[in-house]
């Protein structure tokens, strides 16, 4: 398995931008699919992003499209989440999770999952 620490949360205030790094240890970062999860206080996990093993595909939940990027760098066994044109609505606890299927989508579907961190976003 491998162990995941987020990184990059804070205050913004709305339109700002902010970007999330999830660090990863063990020599196996590349073989796991990569996701970002958020969840707000008093609603479920939620998935944002996700991006295969080489970085050479992302999907996105569509509330975040065209605002947020996921990318990763193998090399630093790091995955990125670049959000830009915040909301307050995006305020939230953010989590990386580490996966097998590429385009999972829920929770459940991620064996591995850092401790996460706050992003609040003021209007």
């Known amino acids: 398995q491998v162990q995941l620490v987020e990184s990059g949360g804070g205050l913004v205030q709305a339109g700002g931008s902010l970007r999330l790094s999830c660090a990863a240890s063990?020599?196996?970062?590349?073989?796991?699919?990569m996701g970002w999860f958020r969840q707000a206080p008093g609603k479920e996990r939620e998935f944002v992003a996700a991006i295969s093993r080489s970085g050479s595909s992302a999907y996105y939940a569509d509330f975040v499209k065209g605002r947020f990027t996921i990318s990763r760098d193998n090399a630093r066994n790091t995955v990125y989440l670049q959000m830009n044109s915040l909301k307050p609505e995006d305020t939230a606890v953010y989590y990386c999770?580490?996966?097998?299927?590429?385009?999972?989508?829920?929770?459940?579907?991620?064996?591995?999952w850092g401790q996460g961190t706050q992003v609040t976003v003021s209007s």
């Open positions: 999770a580490a996966g097998v299927r590429t385009s999972a989508t829920t929770p459940r579907e991620y064996a591995c």
């Open positions: 063990g020599r196996t970062f590349s073989s796991y699919a």
